[in-house]
């Protein structure tokens, strides 16, 4: 993974919100709420219709044609030159690292991908590094307290660097306690189509995961990445674990009074 720099200077007032295929079919609110921090810093967030998926589905189970066509599909829909934010760090991972690849037989393709890789930020990442939003300022007024465990999914680690991100917003909120747990670099079991293929394999794993961190007497997981949180929580739920799951996109507009605005 390369280092990235960060744009300096003026703000931007535009971005584009790829919303992702599980945002859009399972975790809606956790898009709106997305939507919602990056409106409250005063950019005005652009949604094309036409987005769908990202193509690490049909990438990841070996199949490079067709993930090639998935992300063709979307290449034309984010033309101006304002960031493209990704509630999920594996599929800005996708995006970022891997959509260039894809069209490399292609030079007209693969400039135009290329291009918007470089415009891809996780959703944290972005508030964080280039917004540089205050969130122990924001959160300061909000009661109660919280003792959470985070979960960076893999792509997000290995292809985006976003666990440095969150750890640092989390742990910014007043009122806000990050326990670790000795499983939490660990895969969840999910891997997309791994979890189909291999059934067994991915519920042991995700059953350690959420042994660890109840482990800890943590209230709840947070994560950015909605198929690891579908396969925790619903596991969870499964086992009668006492384990809630939240994203990281909600989580940080309820921690910083966004439900009482």
């Given at each position: 993974?390369k280092?990235r720099?960060y744009?300096?200077g ?23 709420d997305a939507?919602?921090l990056?409106e409250?810093?005063g ?5 094309p219709?036409g987005?769908?998926?990202?193509g ?6 070996g199949?490079p ?6 992300a063709r599909?979307?290449?034309g829909?984010?033309?101006e030159?304002?960031?493209?934010i990704?509630?999920s760090?594996?599929?800005g991972?996708m995006?970022r690292?891997?959509w260039?690849?894809?069209f ?5 393709a693969a400039?135009?991908a290329t291009e918007?890789?470089?415009?891809i930020y996780?959703?944290?990442e ?8 205050d969130?122990?300022?924001?959160g ?7 003792r ?5 999914s893999?792509?997000a680690r ?5 666990r ?7 742990d ?14 660990e895969?969840?079991?999910f891997?997309?189509?791994f979890?189909l ?5 991915s519920?042991a ?9 109840c482990?800890?007497g943590c ?7 909605c198929?690891?949180?579908l396969n ?8 009668g674990a ?6 990281l996109?909600?989580?940080?507009w309820r921690?910083t ?5």
């Amino acid at each position: 993974m390369k280092p990235r720099h960060y744009p300096t200077g003026k703000r931007p007032t535009d971005v584009y919100l790829f919303g992702t295929c599980l945002v859009d079919l399972f975790m809606p609110q956790a898009g709106l709420d997305a939507v919602k921090l990056l409106e409250r810093e005063g950019l005005t967030v652009h949604f094309p219709r036409g987005q769908s998926c990202c193509g690490q589905p049909a990438y990841s189970s070996g199949n490079p044609r067709e993930a090639r066509e998935v992300a063709r599909a979307q290449l034309g829909l984010f033309s101006e030159p304002w960031p493209v934010i990704v509630p999920s760090g594996s599929c800005g991972g996708m995006m970022r690292q891997h959509w260039p690849a894809l069209f490399e037989d292609e030079p007209e393709a693969a400039a135009q991908a290329t291009e918007l890789s470089g415009r891809i930020y996780e959703l944290t990442e972005f508030l964080v590094r280039v917004l540089n939003v205050d969130f122990g300022a924001l959160g300061a007024a909000v009661p109660g307290e919280e003792r959470v465990v985070l979960h960076t999914s893999c792509g997000a680690r290995r292809e985006m660097g976003t666990r440095v991100h969150g750890v640092e917003a989390v742990d910014a909120l007043p009122g806000v306690t990050r326990v670790e747990h000795e499983r939490e670099s660990e895969c969840c079991g999910f891997g997309g189509t791994f979890s189909l293929k291999h059934p067994d394999i991915s519920g042991a794993m995700v059953a350690d995961k959420i042994a660890s961190a109840c482990a800890t007497g943590c209230d709840r997981l947070v994560s950015a990445d909605c198929g690891c949180l579908l396969n925790i929580g619903h596991a969870a739920k499964h086992k009668g674990a006492p384990l809630s799951v939240e994203h990281l996109a909600s989580f940080l507009w309820r921690r910083t009074g966004g439900d009482a605005a």
